[in-house]
């Protein structure tokens, strides 16, 4: 492991300090109220969902303050 890198193990639920639960979230609530017969159908609405994702609409969810000043000094 390289010198500048420190392992910091994360409490059990700490959706905040991941910044991909909100993007899960996010994606849940599209699909949560949707009834599909079968999962073929529910698939293809995720994959949908997913496409139209922006770069913007994934930084706008996880780009959490922290990340992003931890990033700069990089």
């Keep these: 492991m390289p ?10 639920y700490s959706p905040e300090l991941n910044p ?3 993007l899960w979230q996010d ?3 599209q699909l949560a109220f949707d009834f599909h017969e079968h999962l073929s159908s529910l698939r293809q609405k995720a994959r949908t ?5 922006t770069d913007e ?6 780009g959490y303050d922290y990340l992003l000043e931890a990033t700069s000094v990089l």
């Design 57 to 62: 609409a994934v930084a706008s969810l996880t």
């Design 27 to 29: 994606l849940k609530d």
């Design 3 to 12: 010198s500048n890198v420190e392992l910091r193990f994360l409490p059990p």
């Design 49 to 53: 969902v997913v496409s139209r994702y």
């Design 20 to 22: 991909v639960e909100r």
